[in-house]
């Protein structure tokens, strides 16, 4: 059966993407049989992993409306043991049209069901806000992970977030967990960053992972040639911090 992460937090800009395409990379390049499930109509996962959105026949939204399968929406990556569910645009319209449904909540749920033996690991990336298709994939995971961006205000969401974790829990998914609290775009040259960290680990003395995702410009330009960090440059700070984070997971 798949462990299953989704990556999750309603501000935008803090590495939500950049995290689920490099660590569902570093954990099937770990030789973990992985799928990243882009949750997000914007649908940087999809382009990230080198997907042309234009060239798709169907997307997330038609399987999660019912026209398509689940195992017919999977496609293959660079990277052999990863593979992909693409989004677009089209999935705005999935809150729209679900907003009435009984069981909304669960769509993503049972979409995936079908695919839990066929993977070790499926990463969720999620959109940025606490959407009708976030709730989905609390709902779907077995764990959160939550980037932390190092910058201020960081922390200031992260209480509503939580809430939303425990409502999840209550209602809709009581096996949900916090897989951890990763800090992003970390600069070791600021006493922001410093101070992020050292409150994070403060309030959250469990759930900061160790693994730092630092600032980088490598990771910044991978997404526009369409490769996670370690098939665009392997021996960069942001590659070794994302295999960091993925021996972290793998061994917690």
């Given at each position: 059966m798949a462990h299953t992460i989704c990556i999750a937090n309603q501000k935008g800009g803090v590495g939500k993407t950049t995290t689920a395409i490099n660590l569902a990379a570093a954990l099937a390049v770990s030789g973990k049989r992985t799928l990243l499930v882009d949750c997000d109509p914007q649908a940087n996962a999809t382009s990230g992993v080198g997907i042309d959105k234009a060239a798709i026949q169907h997307s997330l939204y038609h399987g999660m409306i019912g026209q398509v399968s689940a195992e017919h929406l999977v496609l293959d990556t660079e990277i052999e043991t990863l593979k992909v569910i693409p989004s677009r645009l089209e999935l705005i319209g999935f809150e729209v049209e679900m907003m009435a449904t009984s069981g909304?909540?669960?769509?993503?749920?049972?979409?995936?069901?079908?695919?839990?033996?066929?993977?070790?690991?499926?990463?969720?990336?999620?959109?940025?806000?606490?959407?009708?298709?976030?709730?989905?994939?609390?709902?779907?995971?077995?764990?959160?992970?939550?980037?932390?961006?190092?910058?201020?205000?960081?922390?200031?969401?992260?209480?509503?977030?939580?809430?939303?974790?425990?409502?999840?829990?209550?209602?809709?998914?009581?096996?949900?967990?916090?897989?951890?609290?990763?800090?992003?775009?970390?600069?070791?040259?600021?006493?922001?960053?410093?101070?992020?960290?050292?409150?994070?680990?403060?309030?959250?003395?469990?759930?900061?992972?160790?693994?730092?995702?630092?600032?980088?410009?490598?990771?910044?330009?991978?997404?526009?040639?369409?490769?996670?960090?370690?098939?665009?440059?392997?021996?960069?700070?942001?590659?070794?911090?994302?295999?960091?984070?993925?021996?972290?997971?793998?061994?917690?």
């Amino acid at each position: 059966m798949a462990h299953t992460i989704c990556i999750a937090n309603q501000k935008g800009g803090v590495g939500k993407t950049t995290t689920a395409i490099n660590l569902a990379a570093a954990l099937a390049v770990s030789g973990k049989r992985t799928l990243l499930v882009d949750c997000d109509p914007q649908a940087n996962a999809t382009s990230g992993v080198g997907i042309d959105k234009a060239a798709i026949q169907h997307s997330l939204y038609h399987g999660m409306i019912g026209q398509v399968s689940a195992e017919h929406l999977v496609l293959d990556t660079e990277i052999e043991t990863l593979k992909v569910i693409p989004s677009r645009l089209e999935l705005i319209g999935f809150e729209v049209e679900m907003m009435a449904t009984s069981g909304r909540e669960q769509t993503l749920k049972n979409l995936l069901a079908g695919l839990q033996a066929a993977y070790d690991f499926i990463i969720l990336d999620c959109p940025p806000s606490l959407s009708l298709l976030t709730v989905n994939a609390m709902t779907a995971a077995d764990a959160m992970l939550i980037p932390l961006q190092c910058e201020y205000y960081a922390l200031e969401g992260l209480g509503q977030l939580l809430q939303t974790i425990k409502r999840i829990q209550n209602r809709l998914n009581p096996r949900l967990s916090i897989a951890g609290i990763l800090l992003t775009m970390f600069d070791t040259r600021t006493n922001l960053s410093h101070q992020v960290a050292e409150n994070a680990g403060k309030f959250f003395p469990e759930l900061v992972f160790r693994a730092q995702i630092p600032r980088n410009v490598r990771l910044g330009e991978a997404p526009s040639f369409g490769k996670p960090i370690l098939l665009y440059d392997a021996a960069s700070a942001g590659a070794r911090s994302y295999f960091a984070l993925a021996d972290e997971i793998l061994h917690r």
